[in-house]
């Protein structure tokens, strides 16, 4: 046998994009103030908890979803400081698809946030982040939900780099639905919802495609459960470079609201084991 061993080293930074969510609340659930902590001591501990696990991740080439602020010195210089641990992507703001997309009901309220996002896309125009950044504009619900296109219209028209994400279990069919998302810029399908001629009609509208994978069913799909075979967990980053899909979510890390993760992996009210638990 003749091997030759070629010197290579694997780049810091993944060429797939992740955005996995860990939820800063469940930190707070899992490690509450000690009876002698004072609430400032109990909120830098949290603090170096939460860094603790953005940077592990980060060290396992996934990037949390992060939503920062791009107005604020503080959240700017975590991005500069995740980068060195490899962050290829992060999310921006406070309202979208992480948070029970809770954007205004009103076209008149909407409106109102224009500003705020044209400043956003300044900040991050002006310190060199926009490629690295994205907004979690929506999470699942109906496509040609009209709310939808109105807020990835004012995000748009706010500052037209700023990229809108949204996550569904389906795929935006133009000539159903035309014109409605028009200002989407990356499509985020459900790993059931996989119809390779529907998304190469997002593609020819420039769209970005990103796959994401929640609980599984019975479709046979590839999940992140416990229960899983180990080759599903390994097949997904594959998937994604056979059909060109660019990124992939995941949508929590660390849900862990109804037993304590360290006595029941079955953390969700679908008795899954390990449901968007990866910690």
Same mark, same amino acid.
């Not at 994009?17 to 899992?30: C, G, N, P, S, V």
């Not at 696990?53 to 992060?66: A, G, K, S, T």
């Not at 406070?94 to 205004?104: E, I, K, M």
């Not at 046979?220 to 229960?227: A, T």
């Given at each position: 046998v003749s091997l030759r061993v070629y010197d290579f080293e694997l780049s810091l930074e993944g060429h797939l994009k992740t955005a996995f969510d860990l939820y800063t609340h469940m930190i707070e659930q899992r490690y509450p103030r000690k009876d002698d902590e004072m609430s400032p001591d109990h909120w830098k501990r949290?603090?170096?908890?939460?860094?603790?696990?953005?940077?592990?991740?980060?060290?396992?080439? !996934?990037?949390?979803?992060?939503?920062?602020?791009?107005?604020?010195?503080?959240? %700017? /210089? #975590?991005?500069?400081?995740y980068r060195m641990y490899g962050l290829n992507n992060f999310s921006i703001g406070l309202r979208g698809g992480t948070f029970d997309?809770?954007?205004?009901?009103?076209?008149?309220?909407?409106?109102?946030?224009?500003?705020?996002?044209?400043?956003?896309?300044?900040?991050l125009k002006f310190n060199k982040m926009m490629e690295l950044s994205y907004i979690y504009t929506?999470?699942?619900?109906?496509?040609?939900?009209?709310?939808?296109?109105?807020?990835c219209s004012m995000i748009h028209r706010a500052h037209p780099e700023l990229k809108n994400m949204v996550c569904y279990m389906g795929i935006w069919e133009p000539a159903k639905d035309p014109g409605w998302g028009d200002d989407i810029d990356i499509w985020s399908f459900q !790993?059931?919802?996989?119809?390779?001629?529907?998304?190469?009609?997002?593609?020819? %509208? /420039? #769209?970005?495609?990103?796959?994401?994978?929640?609980?599984?069913?019975?479709?046979?799909?590839?999940?992140?459960?416990?229960?899983?075979?180990?080759?599903?967990?390994?097949?997904?980053?594959?998937?994604?470079?056979?059909?060109?899909?660019?990124?992939?979510?995941?949508?929590?890390?660390?849900y862990w609201p109804y037993f304590d993760p360290f006595k029941n992996a079955m953390n969700t009210k679908w008795e899954q084991n390990g449901n968007g638990k990866l910690y």
């Amino acid at each position: 046998v003749s091997l030759r061993v070629y010197d290579f080293e694997l780049s810091l930074e993944g060429h797939l994009k992740t955005a996995f969510d860990l939820y800063t609340h469940m930190i707070e659930q899992r490690y509450p103030r000690k009876d002698d902590e004072m609430s400032p001591d109990h909120w830098k501990r949290l603090s170096k908890i939460t860094e603790a696990y953005y940077i592990d991740m980060l060290q396992h080439r !996934i990037n949390p979803v992060l939503n920062i602020n791009p107005l604020l010195d503080d959240d %700017l /210089n #975590k991005v500069d400081r995740y980068r060195m641990y490899g962050l290829n992507n992060f999310s921006i703001g406070l309202r979208g698809g992480t948070f029970d997309n809770n954007w205004p009901k009103t076209d008149e309220e909407i409106e109102r946030l224009l500003m705020l996002y044209r400043s956003y896309g300044e900040s991050l125009k002006f310190n060199k982040m926009m490629e690295l950044s994205y907004i979690y504009t929506w999470d699942e619900g109906d496509i040609g939900n009209p709310q939808v296109q109105k807020v990835c219209s004012m995000i748009h028209r706010a500052h037209p780099e700023l990229k809108n994400m949204v996550c569904y279990m389906g795929i935006w069919e133009p000539a159903k639905d035309p014109g409605w998302g028009d200002d989407i810029d990356i499509w985020s399908f459900q !790993i059931d919802y996989f119809d390779e001629a529907k998304l190469n009609v997002l593609r020819k %509208l /420039n #769209k970005e495609i990103w796959m994401y994978v929640s609980d599984p069913d019975d479709k046979g799909s590839p999940s992140l459960d416990i229960d899983a075979d180990s080759i599903e967990y390994r097949i997904l980053p594959w998937l994604c470079w056979k059909y060109d899909f660019k990124g992939l979510l995941y949508w929590s890390v660390n849900y862990w609201p109804y037993f304590d993760p360290f006595k029941n992996a079955m953390n969700t009210k679908w008795e899954q084991n390990g449901n968007g638990k990866l910690y």
